[in-house]
């Protein structure tokens, strides 16, 4: 056991630009994931069945707006699961202080 221990967590301090370089490659990595989706080459004339039957009634709309609606979902549930947890370790950090 160490004698010296000391409570690290409380010389923590975060920024909101500490969150932003955090999140920004999760950001690029979901970017790259789309676009390497709308970049993959297929050859026009060969038209596949699936293709047919979502374009002929335009569910493929209905699939994207359900999917970004998840997306945006779960984006927004991670912000204000960040701001709560950022508000615990500021109340934390001023009663410690006491």
């Known amino acids: 056991m160490d004698n010296y ?13 500490d969150a932003m370089r955090k999140l920004k490659p999760l950001l690029l990595m ?6 390497s989706g709308i970049m993959n080459a297929q050859d026009g004339s060969k038209e596949s069945t699936v293709g047919e039957f979502m374009r002929s009634d335009q569910r493929s709309y209905v699939v994207i707006a359900v999917i970004l609606t998840i997306l945006a979902g779960i984006v927004l549930y991670l912000v204000r699961l960040g701001r709560r947890i950022g508000k615990m370790e500021r109340e934390g950090q001023s009663g410690s202080r006491q």
């Open 30 to 35: 979901l970017l790259l994931l789309f676009i």
């Open 5 to 17: 221990l000391e409570n690290t967590f409380i010389n923590i301090k975060r920024t909101k630009v």
